[in-house]
């Protein structure tokens, strides 16, 4: 049974935060920085660290275990932070687990295992013990291929697992889960283009990329359209999936020059093997790509 004060804190708006780097591909601290205190003057309700946007894969442990202390020390309580701590050995996202967790981390992710081919029996190994590490809630990471039903009633088994981060543009499958799970699992919808949609399906909140950017915009109207007000959300919705289409094939560069020219923090060039190919649009066009969304929001916090 998931814990009430743990029920209040997962939920809502989670940017999946962005790890400043450097051209030599180390983190930036002063940039980290900038970034945390955004989404805390934004009021977002958490930070979750180092997965897929965070780059976490393309950090080696102790670049890891230094970016969590880094984040965790910086927030200081001021929002709850959930690290995604998958790697490819089990034992590694064990200790990385254990590490986020002695530092004060809230919460802990993980993707399913990696480059082999995951039996059932295999996944739910792993996500055990990851979840038997430490006594934090622990929240799989769907992403990539569906979730299998027998996995997900054998998760329900282990009380650290207290709900999912559901990375899929599928709602059926959303409802799905929502539907043979706990009532007190919470359900976090991962594809931004559905964060509206999501919480039709019982997502509590959502995690995503594009609220580094838009976190007050975002958290604006999915509040609103939570407390009836459908219309806006509907018009919002298909602005800001139009958007995520145009951006997508350009997303590591967008998202750079974005966040330089809106709020002053530069995020740095992707590690490889990743890739930021020129924009096709001027810093003009990008900014007004950002404000015609902005406008929906009637106190944007940047």
């Given at each position: 049974?998931?814990?009430?004060?743990?029920?209040?804190?997962?939920?809502?708006?989670?940017?999946?935060?962005?790890?400043?780097?450097?051209?030599?591909?180390?983190?930036?601290?002063?940039?980290?920085?900038?970034l945390?205190?955004l989404?805390?003057?934004?009021?977002?309700?958490?930070?979750?660290?180092?997965?897929?946007?965070g780059?976490?894969?393309?950090?080696?442990?102790?670049?890891?275990?230094?970016?969590?202390?880094?984040t965790?020390?910086?927030?200081?309580?001021?929002l709850?932070?959930?690290?995604?701590?998958?790697?490819?050995?089990?034992?590694?996202?064990?200790?990385?687990?254990?590490?986020?967790?002695?530092?004060?981390?809230?919460?802990?992710?993980?993707?399913?295992?990696?480059?082999?081919?995951?039996s059932?029996?295999?996944?739910?190994?792993?996500?055990?013990?990851?979840?038997?590490?430490?006594?934090?809630?622990?929240?799989?990471?769907?992403?990539?291929?569906?979730?299998?039903?027998?996995?997900?009633?054998?998760?329900?088994?282990?009380?650290?697992?207290?709900?999912?981060?559901?990375?899929?543009?599928?709602?059926?499958?959303?409802s799905?889960i929502?539907?043979?799970?706990?009532?007190d699992?919470?359900l976090?919808?991962?594809?931004d283009?559905?964060?509206?949609?999501?919480?039709?399906?019982?997502?509590?909140?959502?995690?995503?990329?594009?609220?580094?950017?838009?976190?007050?915009?975002?958290?604006?109207?999915?509040?609103?359209?939570?407390?009836?007000?459908?219309?806006?959300?509907r018009?919002?919705?298909?602005?800001?999936?139009?958007?995520?289409?145009?951006?997508?094939?350009?997303?590591?560069?967008?998202?750079?020059?974005?966040?330089?020219?809106?709020?002053n923090?530069?995020?740095?060039?992707?590690?490889?093997?990743?890739?930021?190919?020129?924009?096709?649009?001027?810093?003009?066009?990008?900014?007004?790509?950002?404000?015609?969304?902005?406008?929906?929001?009637?106190?944007?916090?940047?």
């Amino acid at each position: 049974m998931i814990h009430p004060q743990n029920e209040r804190i997962f939920q809502g708006i989670w940017p999946a935060l962005f790890t400043p780097t450097r051209p030599d591909g180390q983190v930036q601290p002063q940039e980290l920085e900038k970034l945390i205190n955004l989404c805390i003057t934004q009021q977002l309700d958490g930070l979750y660290l180092l997965g897929s946007t965070g780059q976490g894969f393309l950090f080696d442990e102790k670049q890891r275990m230094a970016i969590t202390e880094a984040t965790l020390e910086i927030a200081d309580k001021r929002l709850p932070v959930m690290v995604q701590v998958g790697a490819l050995n089990t034992e590694e996202s064990v200790r990385l687990a254990k590490h986020a967790v002695r530092l004060g981390a809230a919460g802990i992710s993980a993707v399913g295992p990696m480059y082999y081919g995951a039996s059932v029996e295999m996944a739910f190994q792993h996500y055990r013990r990851i979840a038997q590490a430490t006594d934090a809630p622990f929240f799989p990471y769907q992403i990539g291929t569906a979730a299998d039903a027998e996995l997900i009633q054998r998760l329900q088994t282990v009380e650290q697992i207290q709900g999912m981060k559901l990375t899929t543009t599928k709602l059926l499958e959303i409802s799905s889960i929502y539907n043979t799970t706990r009532p007190d699992w919470q359900l976090f919808s991962g594809a931004d283009e559905l964060m509206c949609h999501a919480a039709l399906c019982g997502t509590v909140g959502a995690i995503g990329t594009t609220y580094n950017l838009l976190g007050s915009t975002c958290q604006y109207i999915r509040a609103s359209f939570l407390a009836g007000e459908v219309e806006q959300a509907r018009a919002f919705m298909l602005h800001f999936q139009a958007f995520i289409e145009k951006i997508l094939p350009y997303v590591w560069a967008f998202f750079r020059r974005a966040m330089q020219l809106r709020h002053n923090i530069d995020i740095g060039q992707p590690k490889p093997p990743l890739l930021a190919p020129a924009l096709p649009w001027t810093d003009a066009e990008m900014l007004n790509m950002v404000e015609e969304l902005e406008r929906f929001n009637p106190q944007p916090v940047s």
